[in-house]
């Protein structure tokens, strides 16, 4: 792992995080809201909801989406699709389920660029499985990140398979590298997954 990757730029981090966010809202803002419309629609229960993830340092923090499964439905496992509307699914493939994360990253609980949180459980058990799992926390989580623009469609059982290039990203950090993940997620978003 590259030791110099936590120090190096992270104050240049934390500024291009927050541009980012700041640039974003004129596009940002009014898909969160027709998100929280469409959510609205689609279900009869609050639209925005948290739910813990393990961030920086293993410390536990709240994340937020718009919610696009009703709570009643009790699915405790993301891999479960089968109960999730057409609105729902849109939401989803579209991201703008994401975009109260732009909120986490103000916050600075994330970044735009890193590896995605997970929910505590799912850690301990990749724990269990790779104790390598844990370098992931060395950096803060982010939006986006190099897993996710290799392995769009994967699933929570997939997260040690998306190890490695969480583990590449942080050993070979480079803002080259960064701007071709924004690449990556812009084409995934328009392209709704489909690559």
């Known amino acids: 792992m590259n030791d110099s990757f936590i120090n190096k730029n992270f104050c240049f981090r934390r500024i291009f995080d927050l541009f980012f966010v700041l640039i974003s809202l004129p596009i940002s803002f009014p898909l969160f809201l027709i998100g929280c419309l469409l959510a609205i629609f689609n279900l009869n229960e609050p639209v925005i909801y948290s739910q813990p993830r393990v961030g920086l340092k293993g410390e536990l923090f709240l994340i ?14 993301a891999d479960s699709n089968n109960q999730t509307s057409f609105l729902g699914n849109f939401l989803r493939l579209s991201k703008i389920d994401e975009l109260p994360q732009l909120f986490n990253v103000l916050r600075g609980d994330m970044s735009i660029i890193g ?28 939006i986006t990140g190099w897993a996710q623009v290799n392995l769009p469609k994967a699933k929570p059982k997939d997260n040690l398979k998306k190890l490695k290039f969480d583990l ?3 050993k070979e950090y480079s803002w080259k590298l960064d701007f071709l993940i924004l690449i990556k997620t812009i084409k995934i978003v328009l392209t709704f997954n489909s690559n």
């Open 64 to 77: 937020y989406k718009i919610r696009t499964i009703s709570n009643k439905s009790k699915i405790k496992s």
């Open 168 to 170: 590449y990203y942080i």
């Open 115 to 142: 590896p995605r949180p997970e929910q505590p459980h799912y850690v301990q058990e990749f724990l269990k499985e790779n104790p390598s799992f844990t370098l992931r926390h060395d950096i803060k989580p982010g």
